[in-house]
């Protein structure tokens, strides 16, 4: 059987699954670890992820002992930092959210000015900067600064280092970072030389499903696997999941519906405006640029909705017995196109793109005494297309097409009512693919296959990424939609001063 055994290290589980050469997942297992927390401190143990991925694999196994993998690869998180001497780890790994470098960031730009550290990466980065980090290191850990020989910047970069000792990243995974210049696909060494950092442990960069080594042999007894199994270095998860949907073209736009979300494109051939909250990367199997729009709160704006409003509704509807999801959709759906006029603002927790303002916070626009909770439900929803349409306005010009299309990924809120909703208001045709898991396991072993010479075509075949549904827009609804989108459009920019003011009294609320 043709199968890779793709491992996905995430920020708080590690999944692994087998996927056949026609994209089919035939199976998977995960395990979970923890996250330690102290004031600005986020860190995870690195040998977690490896106990971890030894334990889902175990799993794994025993579910289908008959199949042995052609093959692994890797994805994973980006933007943490782990210094590695010969042996293992030297410390625990510094998180994306990670903010005890916040002193080294405010004396990278009074020395060197924040127009040259945008200049240099082409993304806005803060208190999370990588090079932040590393001056924190040397200052505050200077021994484990000093023995590291590798730095790894993402998760999944480190269990291949443990598999087979290669010690690599990708340039996606690279340009997630302020270690790294854009325009030129390769390390950026001028600042590492103004604030005289280390330049001799730096991975290799290789391309998304290179050949990066082969299982070692008393690893491989560890997990039961064949030694000399051969080892594909993916990308970062972001990226895997794009190569999922088997987006190439630049009229190809693929939105994430999680508890936060994006909507991105790739093959553009510049990158976007970071100071709009537009995040820069190189394209993992090609040419030119992939630009992310991130949304702070997506389909986390439902989760709220039913955390709020869901256990009074499955009073009411016990009778029912639908999943809540199913129940608050279903009540959703009673709402005319247009939610009644009322429009809702997504902004839970602050917004990253099309703006960047921690200030923002959400709410319903427009309710009047008309007005039915069925209305309020429907407009979470289509709030929640508004934003990230506007993302979509954002991103760098892209090709004209007499068909584009949307492929919309996500988690079980992300049901074909909500799919139709952003086929009306970004009016084009909207595939809806399967789970989030799935759509990243599929895209780091595409990448792999590429390289075994499984596949020929720059794009994964349709069968391949496996769609849920297609929906096509309604004549009748893009209309109506079009004129609440322009409405939407201008409420944040009316009510910044207002959020702004808000924004001392939340702890008192």
């Known amino acids: 059987m043709e199968i890779i055994l793709v491992i996905d290290v995430g920020p708080t589980r590690c999944r692994v699954s087998y996927v056949g050469r026609q994209g089919g997942v035939v199976a998977a297992a995960e395990g979970s670890y923890l996250t330690g927390m102290v004031g600005n401190w986020v860190e995870q143990e690195p040998r977690d992820w490896w106990y971890e991925m030894t334990l889902a694999l175990k799993e794994l196994r025993q579910q289908h002992p008959e199949i042995t993998p052609s093959a692994i690869t890797l994805t994973g998180f980006p933007r943490i930092l782990v210094l590695a001497d010969d042996l293992d780890r030297l410390d625990s790994a510094l998180l994306p959210s990670d903010r ?7 004396e990278m730009v009074q ?5 040259a550290l945008l200049a240099s990466a ?5 208190s999370t900067s990588h090079i932040a980090r590393l001056m924190w290191l040397k200052k505050h ?3 484990n600064y000093e023995r590291a020989r590798v730095i790894f910047l993402a998760a999944h970069e480190y269990i291949a280092w443990r598999l087979c000792g290669a010690r690599v990243t990708d340039s996606t995974t690279a340009s ?4 790294y210049s854009l325009r030129q696909n390769d390390w950026a060494f001028d600042l590492l030389d103004v604030f005289q950092l280390r330049k001799d442990w730096f991975p290799r960069i290789v391309s998304a499903g290179t050949h990066i080594g082969d299982l070692d042999a008393a690893i491989a007894e560890k997990l039961g696997l064949p030694a000399g199994l051969p080892i594909y270095h993916g990308t970062a998860d972001l990226a895997a999941t794009l190569l999922g949907t088997g987006v190439t073209k630049s009229h190809q736009t693929v939105c994430y519906l999680g508890d936060s979300g994006w909507l991105g494109a790739i093959e553009l051939p510049e990158p976007g405006d970071p100071v709009t909250g537009l995040v820069n990367l190189r394209n993992p199997l090609g040419d030119g640029y992939m630009v992310i729009g991130p949304m702070i709160t ?5 989760e709220w909705l039913k955390d709020r409003f869901g256990v009074a509704e499955e009073s009411l509807f016990a009778d029912e017995k639908l999943p809540l999801v199913d129940l608050m959709m279903t009540l959703a759906a009673e709402a005319a196109v247009g939610s009644g006029g009322i429009i809702y603002l997504p902004y839970l927790s602050g917004e ?6 921690p200030n923002a916070r959400g709410g319903w626009f427009n309710v009047s005494r008309r007005s039915w909770r069925s209305d309020l439900y429907r407009a979470v929803l289509e709030g929640v297309a508004y934003s990230l349409r506007a993302i979509q306005l954002i991103l760098p010009e892209a090709e004209t097409t007499a068909d584009p299309v949307l492929y919309l990924v996500g988690d079980e809120n992300c049901t074909p009512f909500w799919a139709q909703i952003f086929a009306d208001v970004f009016d084009c045709r909207v595939e809806l693919l399967s789970p989030l898991d799935e759509v990243t396991a599929r895209g780091a072993a595409y990448a792999a296959g590429r390289t075994m010479g499984w596949h020929s075509t720059a794009t994964p075949p349709y069968e391949f990424i496996s769609s849920k549904g297609t929906y096509v827009p309604n004549p009748m609804n893009v209309p109506i939609y079009e004129r609440r989108f322009n409405i939407f459009y201008k ?3 009316a009510l910044r001063s207002a959020f702004a003011e808000m924004s001392g009294s939340d702890n008192l609320l």
């Open 100 to 106: 005890r470098s916040t002193g080294e960031w405010q």
């Open 111 to 115: 020395q060197v000015g924040i127009d």
């Open 122 to 126: 082409d993304n806005v980065h803060d």
């Open 141 to 143: 850990s200077p021994t």
């Open 176 to 179: 997630l970072t302020d270690l």
């Open 298 to 302: 997506a389909g986390g704006n439902f």
């Open 352 to 357: 990253q793109a099309p703006f960047k303002d």
């Open 491 to 493: 409420l944040y920019p």
